[in-house]
């Protein structure tokens, strides 16, 4: 019995050091994702019925991707799973009128080892831009921009679970 009890604890005191690294490699925190993001609006002030363009630069470490704008158009499994795939660019509610849909570079081909297939996505320093227009009624005022960049990033080995990137930035109204 005792000999039963030594093995048991033995094998339990050993077991720990298995169990303290994360069983599908480390995943990166929000603050180290493998992706940085900057905001930058072409015009610090706009007038009242005047348009300006918000750009979104997204820069992707070097090994790593994320998927297009767009899913992949294939087979309708592939098409479902590409959908949810998707990049996505979410703006929260504001007091500007899109112009435009969200503009980039037109994404490449990538053989992504996680997934073992072909999609469309990108790597290294990605431009969106987006159009808008102050409305001539807007209140002269400094107003925010909030928005997300929902993405899933993929190194060939792992992929990280669908993450929010929050971004902000200002822009300040003026009558004419």
């Not at 005792?2 to 603050?31: M, Q």
């Not at 592939?78 to 570079?105: H, V």
Request: with cysteine; charged share 20%; aromatic share 12%.
């Amino acid at each position: 019995m005792k000999r039963i009890f030594l093995i048991l604890f033995f094998l339990f005191l050993y077991s720990f050091p298995v169990f303290a690294e994360p069983l599908f490699g480390s995943l990166k925190t929000h603050s180290n994702l493998p992706i940085k993001i900057s905001i930058l609006i072409d015009k610090p002030l706009v007038f009242q019925g005047e348009k300006f363009k918000l750009h979104l630069s997204v820069l992707v470490e070097e090994g790593w991707h994320i998927y297009s704008l767009q899913s992949f158009h294939g087979s309708e499994s592939l098409a479902t799973r590409s959908e949810s795939l998707a990049t996505k660019i979410l703006m929260d509610k504001n007091s500007f009128q899109g112009q435009s849909d969200w503009k980039g570079p037109d994404p490449i081909l990538i053989k992504d080892g996680a997934l073992d297939q072909i999609v469309k996505g990108y790597k290294g320093r990605i431009e969106f831009s987006k159009t808008y227009l102050a409305p001539i009624n807007i209140s002269p005022k400094v107003y925010s921009l909030t928005g997300n960049l929902e993405f899933r990033a993929c190194n060939n080995r792992i992929c990280t679970l669908p993450r929010k990137f929050p971004f902000h930035s200002q822009i300040a109204v003026s009558e004419h």
